[in-house]
């Protein structure tokens, strides 16, 4: 069956996103600054030619072979020596979905057991579809409306299983981005069972690259770090079960040459909140191929006849003007076409939240408290942390018992928001939906509904088990006590946390062929119970949370605008971690405090929250007063600059290394009217002296500083820099240029 569909909106246009040259079998896919092509070949191999800056020819067969063929590479016998080029082997061409056993030594993304036992894999061209718009993968994934995005779809299939592959690919016209995602059907009679099926691979030309990845771990989350491509696999991946905070699906393969400014970058970002693996194998030819996707550690589907499997998106960017750009197209991206709910375009409230000032030890006049105090200095929300539920007065008990305490919120919860609510701020609340406590009513009514497997101990971390939530009835459990306390109650802001990994991956409801199916359908079983309250609650601000960072991915984005960042508040530690975070994710989705960690001044820990949702976690009566004079001017700071941060474009003038004395970013609007440029002296080292060229601006716009008045020419501002020396007002005040302080400079065009 030959399938070719055309149904663009721009049948005839030669400007479309997505071209097929029927003559030549290309498959051409442009974006703003980007093109992708692959060719049908022979026998239906589908054979990557080219991604990378964007180039009008659609000569590209020369790149289906890429060099000499030796006998170790095996050939399809119906093409030996047919190709023109010496032999045509899976072995050396680059492939546009590698599949495992019939050929590709290198890394496979598809590996399917078939009724016989075999895992060889191998599939081929079928026939494809064009249209416009984007469909719904039936997933966390990026949307578009039909005149913002085209859409191929390349039907594959392996003639021996019937397993019939379905490769998306969606163009962001405006964009230079695009996102590949995989549907599998078992159209044979026969059961099959993945092995493993990635969402996207990409074979480079040569190895001459770096690859630029986020590590981390709680309270380090996303550290930006840096290596050569070797030869052999650097794979970066999460096991746990969730993206976690060791790795972040996020990889960026980049020129050796590549810097903030300069060089092309290939950003790589997961839309999945589970186990992950994104890897770079260089191989003896000098080749580089890039495969990610679900990790396929601990990972089989069954797949039933007439079932079908969906792999998630993978969303690809690419730049020739370095990481900086590389992240402002991730951003623009995800502000328009990831992030659904309604709080993306509304300003965000300043939010006073208690964990950090009172733990556990808290009752309804010590929220009051805090609340009448945050009225003073203007806040807008108070959050009510972990600990108001069954009987939390630590972290050993009451997860899955979601009434509230009344011994500590004496008169019940509406009674407490009420008094919030009439000092003027709204309330918000805590939740970790997916957790039970072995010490709660759940658990005792229900000692089967935790993630498990038969006759083994569970392990246990912060004294709780992991729900097994991809059994329906427990979502609906969990489901319909939140939803009771959320409809009766004025709750305007849910913390969804999530605090420990997954072990003894197993499911008691599942049968024992379908116990490596666990950690996936646990996403999907999160991806629901999210979708079921966004749905039911759409004015609810959620923010996700996991041990600070520890689920911060494109798939939270999709439901929560907002994530905690992380549980490290202290200024100087967050510039590495917003700085690397800021790699893919736009800065309205930082979840930042200002917090008790005095080792800067206040002001400094408001203009490092300020690159984000802005809020504080501290205990505001315990403040000086001269700290409560500064938390005013931070709050009028933060809608002054609310759009400028929420909507401009970041650029990272100074990055926190190791070495650096001081880190700076800026924010730039999108018509480059008015700069925010922020600066932090990160260690002691005093100077009188200190140019920071800022970058982003109209060379031909004069730029008044807002503080001086004086004017200077974007131009100047940004080859000849800006001098930032700082003014001595005495001892003992802080100034820029001293430990820990930090000055943010507004410039303003003339009009
Ligand atoms: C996690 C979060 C914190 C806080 C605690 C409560 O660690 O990251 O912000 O909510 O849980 O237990």
Same mark, same amino acid.
């Given at each position: 069956m030959l399938i070719s569909e055309h149904n663009s909106r721009k049948e005839k246009d030669t400007d479309m996103a997505i071209n097929f040259d029927e003559q030549k079998k290309i498959f051409k896919l442009d974006t703003l600054n980007s093109s992708y092509a692959f060719q049908i070949y022979d026998e239906g191999y589908i054979v990557h030619l080219y991604y990378g800056g964007k180039i009008p020819d659609n000569n590209l067969t020369q790149f289906l072979n890429r060099g000499m063929y030796n006998s170790s590479h095996p050939e399809n016998e119906k093409l030996l020596n047919s190709s023109g080029f010496g032999a045509f082997s899976q072995d050396i061409q680059p492939m546009e979905y590698s599949t495992w056993g019939a050929g590709d030594y290198r890394l496979p993304c598809l590996e399917i057991t078939n009724i016989n036992g075999d895992s060889t894999t191998d599939v081929r061209y079928v026939g494809y579809k064009i249209y416009d718009g984007k469909p719904d993968i039936g997933m966390p994934a990026t949307f578009a409306a039909e005149d913002e995005a085209q859409t191929l779809e390349i039907y594959a299939e392996d003639k021996v299983t019937s397993a019939y592959v379905t490769l998306i690919y969606t163009v962001f016209e405006k964009l230079s981005a695009m996102t590949r995602a995989v549907k599998l059907e078992n159209k044979s009679e026969d059961v099959l069972r993945i092995n493993r099926i990635l969402s996207c691979c990409v074979d480079f030309s040569g190895m001459d690259y770096d690859l630029v990845h986020l590590y981390g771990q709680w309270g380090k989350e996303r550290t930006e770090t840096r290596v050569p491509v070797s030869h052999g696999i650097q794979t970066i991946s999460s096991t746990r079960g969730v993206s976690g905070h060791f790795h972040n699906p996020f990889m960026a393969v980049v020129g050796k040459d590549c810097t903030e400014e300069h060089g092309e970058a290939y950003g790589f970002n997961l839309v999945y909140s589970g186990n992950f693996e994104m890897s770079v194998e260089a191989d003896a030819r000098n080749t580089a191929r890039f495969v990610g996707g679900i990790g396929h550690d601990g990972f089989e589907w069954k797949l039933e006849p007439g079932d079908s499997f969906m792999a998630p998106e993978m969303v690809m960017v690419y730049s020739d003007e370095g990481m900086g750009e590389m992240s402002r197209t991730f951003h623009k991206l995800y502000m328009q076409h990831l992030i659904r709910s309604k709080w993306k375009d509304v300003r965000r409230p300043i939010l006073i939240n208690s964990w950090e000032a009172a733990l556990f030890d808290f009752d309804d006049d010590k929220l009051v408290a805090f609340a009448e105090e945050a009225k003073k200095l203007g806040m807008d929300m108070l959050v009510m942390d972990d600990g108001w539920f069954g009987k939390r007065n630590d972290d050993h008990s009451s997860?899955?018992?979601?009434?509230?305490?009344? %011994? +500590?919120? %004496?008169?019940?919860?509406?009674?407490?928001?009420?008094?919030?609510?009439?000092?003027?701020? +709204?309330?918000?609340?805590? *939740?970790?939906?997916?957790?039970?406590?072995?010490?709660?009513?759940?658990?005792?009514?229900?000692?089967?509904?935790?993630?498990?497997? %038969?006759?083994?101990? +569970?392990?246990?971390?912060? *004294?709780?088990?992991?729900?097994?939530? $991809?059994?329906?009835?427990?979502?609906?459990?969990?489901?319909?006590?939140? *939803?009771?306390?959320?409809?009766?109650?004025?709750?305007?802001?849910?913390?969804?946390?999530?605090?420990?990994?997954?072990?003894?991956?197993?499911?008691?409801?599942?049968?024992?062929?379908?116990? +490596?199916?666990?950690?996936?359908?646990?996403?999907?079983? $999160?991806?629901?119970?999210? %979708?079921?309250?966004?749905?039911?609650?759409?004015?609810?601000?959620?923010?996700?949370?996991?041990?600070?960072?520890?689920?911060?991915?494109?798939?939270?984005?999709? *439901?929560?605008?907002?994530?905690? $960042?992380?549980?490290? $508040?202290?200024?100087?530690?967050?510039?590495?971690i917003q700085f690397g975070t800021s790699l893919c994710y736009p800065a309205s989705s930082f979840g930042a405090h200002v917090a008790n960690r005095p080792r800067t001044p206040i002001s400094t820990r408001g203009d490092v929250a300020l690159w984000g949702t802005f809020g504080y976690e501290l205990d505001p009566r315990k403040l000086s007063d001269a700290d409560k004079e500064t938390v005013k001017v931070q709050v009028k700071e933060y809608d002054k600059y609310y759009d400028l941060i929420h909507f401009g474009e970041l650029y990272r003038v100074i990055k926190p290394t190791d070495d650096a004395f001081q880190c700076a970013w800026e924010f730039v609007s999108e018509d480059k009217s008015e700069a925010l440029l922020t600066a932090v002296t990160m260690r002691q080292r005093e100077t009188s002296n200190c140019v920071i060229k800022l970058k982003g601006l109209d060379p031909e716009k004069i730029y008044i500083d807002e503080e001086t008045g004086e004017r200077y020419s974007g131009a100047l501002l940004m080859k000849a820099g800006f001098v930032i020396t700082p003014v001595f007002k005495g001892w003992g005040i802080p100034m820029y240029g001293t430990d820990g302080s930090s000055i943010k400079k507004h410039f303003v065009a003339e009009k």
């Open positions: 997860l899955g018992d979601w009434f509230v305490n009344e %011994k +500590k919120l %004496k008169g019940g919860l509406s009674s407490l928001i009420k008094r919030v609510n009439d000092i003027g701020l +709204k309330f918000g609340i805590w *939740y970790e939906p997916e957790m039970i406590s072995p010490d709660s009513e759940l658990y005792r009514a229900h000692p089967d509904w935790c993630i498990q497997v %038969k006759g083994r101990e +569970k392990s246990i971390a912060r *004294y709780q088990y992991v729900l097994d939530i $991809t059994r329906e009835e427990v979502r609906d459990n969990i489901f319909n006590q939140m *939803y009771d306390v959320l409809s009766k109650n004025n709750i305007d802001y849910v913390k969804w946390d999530f605090n420990r990994y997954i072990t003894e991956p197993g499911s008691l409801a599942l049968p024992a062929d379908r116990q +490596k199916e666990v950690f996936h359908r646990f996403t999907l079983g $999160t991806y629901d119970m999210m %979708k079921r309250f966004t749905e039911a609650f759409p004015d609810i601000l959620f923010e996700n949370c996991s041990s600070g960072g520890g689920r911060f991915d494109p798939a939270m984005l999709y *439901y929560s605008p907002q994530i905690w $960042t992380s549980d490290c $508040t202290d200024a100087i530690e967050r510039l590495t």
